[in-house]
């Protein structure tokens, strides 16, 4: 059984605390885009996933479709 800790600590540490003046602007989503693409292309050519993906695509269509 690990040991309990009693009474409390002589020294706690600060919780973190983020300056609003600090904050810095939002990326836009054409370059979100821009990044995960070609991570998406790759991995759909690695693992042969575009069948998968047209299946999928035709099955939402039917549903959408009815």
Do not use: K, Y
């Not at 836009?28 to 885009?33: F, N, R």
């Not at 995960?36 to 759909?44: E, F, G, R, Y």
């Amino acid at each position: 059984m690990p040991p309990q800790l009693t009474g409390t600590p002589s020294r706690r540490r600060q919780p973190f605390v983020q300056s609003r003046s600090t904050e810095q602007p939002t990326r836009h989503p054409a370059v979100a885009l821009a990044m995960a693409l070609p991570c998406a292309v790759l991995l759909v050519l690695l693992f042969g996933g575009w069948e998968q993906m047209a299946s999928q695509a035709e099955a939402v269509a039917d549903l959408i479709t009815r």
